[in-house]
């Protein structure tokens, strides 16, 4: 069984910074990537950044720029810095860890972005 761990969530003014990091435990095999997604009130869930196995990324475009993914391939532990944030921001984000024959998710924490 994999379980994510997300931490990092928090309350931050407009033009703020947030760091936000995802360790994976359990029978881990075969990552194909580990992401970030979230989900605002009302909205579905949306692509935030990627990190494929090979260490290429991709981003949203709403992100780019501001946003930037990285790992610990040795701590199964993938960390998102968020920079410049804006409210429209604000929403639960959710670790993803995608497998051959899975996708895993955390259980989402919380990113309010409001003076």
């Known amino acids: 069984q994999v379980q994510l761990v997300e931490s990092g969530g928090g309350l931050v003014q407009p033009g703020g910074s947030l760091s936000l990091s995802c360790t994976a435990s359990?029978?881990?095999?075969?990552?194909?990537?580990m992401g970030w997604y979230r989900q605002a009130p009302g909205k579905q869930r949306e692509l935030v950044a990627t990190?494929?196995?090979?260490?290429?990324?991709n981003y949203a475009d709403s992100v780019k720029g501001r946003f930037t993914i990285s790992r610990d391939a040795a701590k199964n532990t993938v960390y998102l810095e968020m920079n410049s944030l804006k409210p429209e921001d604000t929403a639960t984000y959710y670790c993803?860890?995608?497998?051959?024959?899975?996708?895993?998710w955390g259980e989402g924490t919380l990113v309010t972005v409001s003076s």
């Open positions: 993803n860890l995608r497998t051959a024959l899975k996708d895993y």
């Open positions: 359990g029978s881990i095999f075969g990552i194909s990537t």
């Open positions: 990190i494929f196995r090979g260490g290429s990324t």
